[in-house]
Nanobody
Framework: QVQVVESRGGLVQAGGSLRLSCAAS????????AGWYRQAPGKQREFVAR???????DYVDSVKGRFTISRDNGKNTVDLQMSSLKPEDTAVYYC??????????WGKGIQVTVSS
């Protein structure tokens, strides 16, 4: 059974940086893309960033220039480097692996809190 686990969230002051990590364990193949979503209190889950199998990336406008997604295909890991953090980046961040031949696999989420 495939499991996805996020790590390295936490509390940071505005303007600071955090690097989220995500690892998929178990038998996972045919990965088409990996990404990060987030959900702030009282809001719907929103797309943050994704990286396709070929390496191309997409970001929500609000994080462009501040966040960078990267992936190690051999290790089935995906990271999200977050810089110049703002209080509005506070949310639970979720990692997801999209597979070509099966349903996506989501992590349980990790809290990121940015204090002003």
């Amino acid at each position: 059974q495939v499991q996805v686990v996020e790590s390295r969230g936490g509390l940071v002051q505005a303007g600071g940086s955090l690097r989220l990590s995500c690892a998929a364990s178990g038998s996972i193949d045919s990965i088409a893309a990996a990404g990060w979503y987030r959900q702030a209190p009282g809001k719907q889950r929103e797309f943050v960033a994704r990286i396709l199998d070929g390496g191309s990336t997409d970001y929500v406008d609000s994080v462009k220039g501040r966040f960078t997604i990267s992936r190690d295909n051999g290790k089935n890991t995906v990271d999200l480097q977050m810089s110049s953090l703002k209080p509005e980046d506070t949310a639970v961040y979720y990692c997801v692996f999209f597979r070509s031949l099966a349903m996506p696999v989501w992590g349980k989420g990790i809290q990121v809190t940015v204090s002003s």
